[in-house]
């Protein structure tokens, strides 16, 4: 893991969304389609959320809800999941999963991209798989995020550096391909408020990949 201060001046960074678009994502580009949760990368994001019992987690874009028990699991059934997507079909699949799983502390709301459905203080930590790459109006999610998480609470961002090669996303910024640079997520994250805490590069074995870490203030 790589602290703040000795983040590489190049760190290196491919699935689920906001999946309306990462649909559109999976029939154009396999290499971002999505696919089972990775055991080891499920237990992963549970230590850097820091996550356990009693514990409220989201989990945005949760596609299929692949990682949806791991984080169940994690908060026990005195904590919470909320998963959210934006398709009502994505939204009915989950909550199958999670009944048929048995999972009652997971529930499961529509979003869009100018929300992510999740209620103001609701959550002590943030999952964003593969998703903020997509976002159309990333300003405004963040905000919308920001008013989710209580204060000091974690959100961990995996996503990955621009493929010039892949198709361009309609309607997203314009970052050098599809994906973001992880010099520009840091300052977008830190120009809306939240704090810094580590950079983690060639995230689950894959170079193209990366995972970042900040806190919401507890000031804010």
């Known amino acids: 893991m790589i602290a703040p201060s000795s983040m590489p001046s190049s760190p290196t960074h ?10 559109f994502a999976w029939w154009t580009l396999g290499a971002c389609s999505l696919r ?8 992963r994001l549970v230590e850097i959320l820091a996550l356990g019992p009693g514990q409220t987690v989201a989990d945005v874009g949760a596609g299929e809800g692949d990682f949806v028990p791991a984080l169940a699991e994690a908060v026990g059934e005195s904590g919470r999941v909320i998963a959210t997507e ?8 989950i909550r199958d999963l999670a009944a048929t799983k048995g999972l009652p502390q ?4 529509l979003g869009d991209q100018e929300g992510s ?15 903020y790459h997509h976002f159309t109006q990333p300003a ?12 000091g609470g974690l959100i961990a961002i995996v996503d990955i550096t621009p493929q010039e090669d892949w198709r361009e996303l309609p309607g997203v910024p314009d970052r050098g391909g599809h994906g973001v640079p992880t010099d520009d ?14 950079s983690i590069p060639n995230w689950n074995g894959d170079a193209d990949r990366f995972a970042l870490l900040f806190r919401r203030s507890k000031n804010s």
Do not use: K, N
Request: charged fraction near 25%; proline fraction near 8%.
């Open 185 to 198: 997520l840091v300052d977008e994250m830190i120009g809306s408020g939240f704090e810094w805490v580590e």
């Open 117 to 131: 459905g999740l209620p103001p203080g609701c959550c002590d930590a943030i999952l964003l798989r593969l998703v």
């Open 14 to 23: 491919p699935p689920s969304l906001y999946r309306s678009l990462a649909l």
């Open 106 to 109: 997971v529930s499961v709301h």
């Open 86 to 93: 934006v398709e009502q079909d994505l939204v009915d699949e």
């Open 140 to 151: 405004v999610m963040r905000e919308d995020l920001e008013r989710a998480l209580t204060p």
């Open 36 to 43: 089972a949760a990775d055991p080891a990368e499920a237990a």
